[in-house]
Structures are given as structure tokens and as C-alpha cells.
């Protein structure tokens, strides 16, 4: 079984630092794509960054610039150092991962979401 779990979200104040952690456990023979998506109340989940394998980075247009997402291939774990943090990044959240388990395709994992509070 394949698990993801998050870490490192909290309160902080505008203009502060968070780092998000994402580490995946269990059967794993591969990772490719791995995210991270926010929900805030009463709006839609949105992508906020994403990593491939190799490294290849895409961000919202809304964070380009503030936060920066990497990994860690051989602790199967992600990053989201997020830096100049505003109100409106308050949001839980989550992680996503293409994982290969133990058969020939790549499912889609969520973890269990961090909240992450900016006071203004």
C-alpha cells in the first residue's frame, strides 16, 4: 500500500517562510510526476507546483517567483519552499504523486493535506 503524508504547514505571517515535506512510503518501483494542489474555503482545488522526474519544474502563475518546489528521488519525498507568503496562500495543502506499485502503470496518490495559515 502506497502512502503519502505531508508535513510541515502552519501558521505564519505575511511575508514569512513555510516548508511543506511529501514523503511517499510503502511498495514503490517508481515515481513520476509529483505536486502540489491547495484548496481554500469555498474555492476549487488548484494546482500549485509540479516536478517530474527529472526535474522539470511548472508553477501557477500566482506563486512563480515566491515558491519553489524540488525532490528528493531516493527519499521518494517533495518540497514546497514557499517564501514572501501572503493572505491569500492560506489554504490546506496537498500532495499528489504518479506512483508504479507493483504492476505497469502509474496511479495517482493524494495525501491528507497540511493547512497552511498567513495572518495579514
Known amino acids: 500500500q502506497v502512502q503519502l503524508v505531508e508535513s510541515g504547514g502552519g501558521l505564519v505571517q505575511a511575508g514569512g517562510s513555510l516548508r511543506l515535506s511529501c514523503a511517499a512510503s510503502?511498495?514503490?518501483?517508481?515515481?513520476?510526476?509529483m505536486a502540489w494542489y491547495r484548496e481554500a474555503p469555498g474555492e476549487q482545488r488548484e494546482r500549485v507546483a509540479r516536478?517530474?522526474?527529472?526535474?522539470?519544474?511548472v508553477y501557477a502563475d500566482s506563486v512563480k517567483g515566491r515558491f519553489t518546489i524540488s525532490r528528493d528521488n531516493a527519499k521518494n519525498t517533495a518540497y514546497l519552499q514557499m517564501n514572501s507568503l501572503k493572505a491569500e496562500d492560506t489554504a490546506v495543502y496537498y500532495c499528489?504523486?504518479?506512483?508504479?506499485?507493483?504492476?505497469?502503470?502509474?496511479?495517482?496518490?493524494w495525501g491528507q493535506g497540511t493547512q497552511v495559515t498567513v495572518s495579514s
Open positions: 510503502g511498495t514503490i518501483f517508481s515515481i513520476n510526476v
Open positions: 516536478i517530474t522526474s527529472d526535474g522539470s519544474t
Open positions: 499528489n504523486a504518479a506512483i508504479k506499485s507493483s504492476g505497469p502503470y502509474y496511479f495517482s496518490y
